[in-house]
């Protein structure tokens, strides 16, 4: 437990020594799966910091940057961003961000290819994707979560259902794999989407508190 508590708050490290021992975070799950509202709780409890892909190129898209017009098109229909444009702009934020107590990748990685990007990132920083967490919730829940979310999001992707079934779709196709990846590598848990967010959050942290 204090080694724990040393390692998560970087005590015994110092600047001659470039190895820190941070925590890395897959959070995992389909869209509407609650990633997004158990992320900004676990950044308040533990400091680390949160990556979210989509939010990503939301921020893009709400600028109008060559990325953002980009990647509009695919996510107005649900598909997803290509590998390239994608694992470019997460390497650019990790990168400038070296300084944290650990990441919380949320929405990425959505493919096979971006998890391997992800470990070699990982590696290049002397660091180790230490846990992937699943948020289990069904598909008919998702939908509704996403449409009821979609009043105040502003997204238009939360807006159509079948947007929102093409959304589960992919994440079916190409995404869901990645779990059975990280399991090979003996990372990967799974816990249970549906409750109070509290319940959920007490269900993450009691896996984070073992790492
Ligand atoms: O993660 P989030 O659900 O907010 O992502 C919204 C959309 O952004 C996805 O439906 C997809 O079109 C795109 N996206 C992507 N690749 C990622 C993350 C998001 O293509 N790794
Ligand atoms: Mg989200």
Do not use: C
């Not at 609650?34 to 992320?39: D, L, N, P, S």
């Not at 869901?176 to 816990?191: A, E, I, L, T, W």
Request: negative net charge.
């Amino acid at each position: 437990m204090i080694e724990w508590f040393k390692r998560l708050f970087g005590i015994g490290t110092n600047s001659t020594n470039s190895y820190k021992k941070m925590v890395n975070l897959i959070l995992f799950g389909p869209p509407g799966s609650g990633k997004g509202t158990q992320a900004a709780k676990l950044v308040d409890k533990y400091g680390f910091l949160h990556i979210s892909t989509g939010d990503l190129f939301r921020y893009e898209m709400g600028n109008d940057t060559p990325l953002g017009l980009e990647a509009k098109s695919f996510i107005e229909k649900g598909e997803l961003v290509p590998d390239s444009i994608t694992i470019g702009m997460l390497k650019n934020k990790v990168q400038a961000n070296p300084d944290v107590k650990g990441y919380i990748f949320d929405g990425f990685p959505r493919t096979i290819d971006q998890s391997k990007a992800l470990d070699q990132l990982m590696e290049s920083l002397d660091q180790k994707i230490d846990k992937l967490i699943a948020l289990s919730v069904k598909d008919e829940e998702i939908i509704s979560r996403i449409l009821e979310r979609g009043k105040t999001s502003g997204r238009a992707d939360d807006n159509d259902e079948s947007i929102i079934r093409n959304r589960i779709n992919v994440y079916n196709e190409n995404t869901r794999q990645v779990y059975d990846y990280y399991d090979k590598k003996g990372v990967s848990s799974s816990v249970d989407g549906l409750g109070t967010i509290d319940e959920i959050f007490t269900r993450l942290t009691d896996v984070i508190d073992q790492v």
